[in-house]
């Protein structure tokens, strides 16, 4: 792969944590990120007005954080509220539903990830059982599955 293909594929997967900087206009990608981060992102292989043109490129286009995943150091990602409106999401559990206890993860076929957020657990076998995840009070979402009758606090984790 060519070296500037290279860093720009890095760069794509760096984006969701640049949002903040897209809201810093004074603040250079170079200033945000450590040496060690730069080079092993690739990022230090850039000329300087390649530099440039990305540091401009963050500032006008960016990322909303608003939007973003935003990657943490465990590596799972957080995905930010926003000010829109919040709207119900229809989708069906890919696979075998089993039910949840502690931190189940499930994955839908619209490609979103959630995760169980409050404690307990239920036991249920559907295959691929249609959900509703809908806005709940501060900022929760509270998934219902279709087939057993049953609900669950969750955050979307993917």
Known sequence: MHPGAFSFVLLLSLLPNLGAAAGKAATRIEQRMSA??????????LSPAQLEFLNEWIRTEGVSASIAPIKKRDGSLEFRHDDNPREPID?????????????TR??????????????????????SPRVTI???IMGSWLMHVKGCNCSVRVKRVG
């Open 36 to 45: 060690d981060e730069l080079s092993r992102s690739g990022l230090d292989q």
């Open 91 to 103: 989708a069906r559990i890919v696979g075998l539903f089993t039910g949840w206890g502690g931190k």
């Open 134 to 136: 809908r806005p709940a």
């Open 106 to 127: 499930f994955t839908l076929d619209n490609g979103q990830q959630w995760e169980q957020v409050e404690s307990g657990s239920y036991s249920a076998h559907l295959t």
